[in-house]
């Protein structure tokens, strides 16, 4: 198995922790941002990344289209619970956790790159790749304000965490994996570092994983 990452993405993190969880051996190619199309869309016909091609030639596209295909061929260890009332919440966990906070998540780490934060990669390419993301994305002033917000009220809703190890149940789940890779990048900016709970549990799922953390 290969995956086709941007070694940066917060969704292809997701898909690390996951296959490191499960244990299973897979090697790593890195695209280049804008170039990964001409590599992934006749692939899978989409334009983002996480990509997981199969020894079989087979390509799957999409984070969490990816962690079914994983849950179904490598059961264990399992990604979800044998209750399946607990299950829709992990399940609704992980839809909000990507289609909502990995969002906000992206648009308040780029905003801080391109300002306060300007100082953390001074290679000549980083304001480059940073300003094509924010126009990409338009990543500018109202939006990065309701994005901090959405993480704001993201942290009230997880807040549970701080109490248990699991988001769900009394095992680690897909919803631990995807809240510890989507709100990874903020662990940079200065206002999430002082959430020293969220720290300990994004790294403790990262530790079980073989993930390094802190990634930056
Ligand atoms: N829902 C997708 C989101 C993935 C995503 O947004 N990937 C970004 C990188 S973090 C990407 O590939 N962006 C490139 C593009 O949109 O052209 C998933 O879960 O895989």
Not at 180 to 205: C, D, F, G
């Amino acid at each position: 198995m290969k995956l086709l990452q941007f070694s940066t993405s917060h969704y292809c993190r997701k898909i690390r922790l996951i296959l490191g969880y499960k244990n299973l051996n897979y090697e790593v190619e890195n695209l280049t941002p804008g170039l990964h199309i001409l590599r992934i869309k006749p692939l899978t016909g989409l334009t983002t990344m996480p990509v997981l091609c199969l020894d079989s030639g087979e390509s799957i596209g999409d984070s969490t289209a990816i962690w079914q295909y994983l849950e179904q061929q490598y059961p264990d260890p399992p990604l979800l619970l044998a209750d399946p009332v607990l299950n829709r919440q992990i399940l609704l966990l992980e839809d909000w956790l990507d289609e909502s906070i990995g969002i906000a998540t992206r648009f308040v780490y780029y905003d801080y790159r391109a300002g306060a934060g300007k100082h953390l990669d001074t290679s000549w390419l980083s304001p480059i790749v940073v300003n094509l993301v924010r126009q990409q994305y338009k990543i500018q002033g109202p939006a990065v304000v309701l994005a901090r917000q959405r993480l704001a009220q993201a942290l009230e809703i997880l807040a549970p965490w701080q109490d248990r190890p699991y988001l769900v149940g009394d095992r680690l789940t897909l919803a631990d994996f995807t809240a510890a890779a989507l709100l990874t990048p903020l662990q940079i900016i200065p206002e999430y570092q002082e959430h020293t709970w969220l720290w300990e549990r994004v790294k403790a799922v990262h530790d079980v994983c073989g993930e390094p953390f802190p990634p930056f």
